[in-house]
């Protein structure tokens, strides 16, 4: 007759304890163990290893065998949630990721927070002073975050639809109007794509309306059911959902590049323009000056960031980048006019 694990000897238990949470602990790490090198990791027989199986099945974990000359064991997805085995490195992971979820743009950071408490609770002195080491402060709204977050349950219907190739139906609401506040119809689009990006989430579709990709952001989105129909996956510009979105926000319909650029030498010292630099390229020069060459959406985007400088300007090229500050410069003599 078999003996439960309190039946047995103290060391004997606790041998057998040690042994299950390490078999648990490799099934998590890859899809599928053979029985046999199960055995040898472990350092049991495959017959201990069938057991130990049997007993993981017993405290809720779905662990599948299988045959074939390479027969052995697959741990699957259950309809509960189990203890999960981690090593030090994924808890200080784990416990950074759930301090910095305030900045996601989803409404979790309360269950973030209390997700971090149970994962403090239980874990041992030694990891528990390395977590508490890393102290996230979340920018919040109101100290330059958007204010606008998305839903959790629009994420989820959005993530949804990515993943089963279904069109999305959706109300589209304009800033400042209430949600799904708007004249036109729903829209629907081919979702490929959902996106965090400084504090908030978007939706890169193809629209099949237009022919052309989209971008929408998820906190304004208002999900309609049904999905609409199936439809084949397509790749982005470039193969790069990251560069792609970031050449729209820069204004660029392609390539991850401003479609402005501009060549200057500002008459003050590069070390005054580095704190403000961006992606611009600064070069320092003789007699405290530097030729800076930077990119924005406009010429005049350009302009406003020259302007910022207490420095004069000789502007080496393109014409265009002339044209614009003269342009400046005609609208700033208007406005410094005395009006009687």
Not at 34 to 62: C, M, N, Q
Not at 85 to 98: R, S
Not at 119 to 138: G, Y
Not at 288 to 314: H, K, N, P, T, Y
Request: charged share 25%; net charge neutral; with cysteine.
């Amino acid at each position: 007759m078999s003996r439960r694990l309190s039946d047995m000897p103290v060391s004997s238990a606790t041998a057998t304890s040690g042994r299950l949470l390490s078999l648990l602990s490799l099934l998590q790490s890859t899809r599928e163990w053979p029985g046999w090198k199960l055995a040898e990791r472990l350092d049991v027989s495959e017959r201990t290893v069938r057991r130990d199986i049997d007993r993981l099945r017993e405290l809720g974990y779905e662990i599948r065998a299988f045959k074939g000359r390479e027969g052995g064991y697959r741990l699957d997805a259950g309809s509960a949630v189990p203890p999960m085995m981690f090593d030090d490195e994924q808890v200080v992971a784990i416990a950074i990721a759930l301090q910095t979820a305030g900045n996601l743009g989803a409404e979790i950071e309360e269950p973030a927070a209390r997700a971090l408490n149970t994962v403090r609770q239980v874990l041992p002195n030694r990891l528990r002073a390395r977590v508490d080491a890393v102290k996230v402060t979340a920018v919040r709204a109101g100290d330059g975050a958007p204010t606008d977050q998305a839903r959790t349950d629009v994420l989820l219907a959005i993530g949804a639809a990515i993943r089963n190739h279904e069109e999305l139906r959706f109300d589209y609401s304009r800033p400042g109007a209430d949600r799904g506040d708007s004249m036109r119809p729903p829209r629907q689009v081919q979702p490929h794509h959902l996106v965090a990006h400084a504090g908030r989430w978007y939706l890169v579709a193809w629209n099949p309306g237009s022919k052309d990709w989209r971008i929408y952001r998820a906190d304004r989105i208002t999900p309609r059911l049904p999905n609409g129909p199936r439809f084949v996956a397509r790749d982005v510009p470039g193969d790069d959902v990251g560069a792609f979105l970031a050449a729209r926000f820069k204004g660029s319909p392609t390539a991850n590049e401003w479609p402005c650029h501009g060549d200057v030498i500002l008459h003050t010292s590069a070390i005054e323009i580095m704190s403000f630099a961006d992606d611009a390229v600064v070069e320092a020069l003789d007699g405290g000056r530097c030729r800076v060459q930077v990119g924005s959406w406009s010429w005049a985007g350009i302009v406003a960031w020259l302007a910022r400088f207490d420095a004069d300007i000789d502007v080496l090229g393109p014409p265009e980048l002339q044209d614009a500050c003269a342009l400046f410069a005609a609208r700033a003599t208007r406005a410094s006019s005395r009006h009687e």
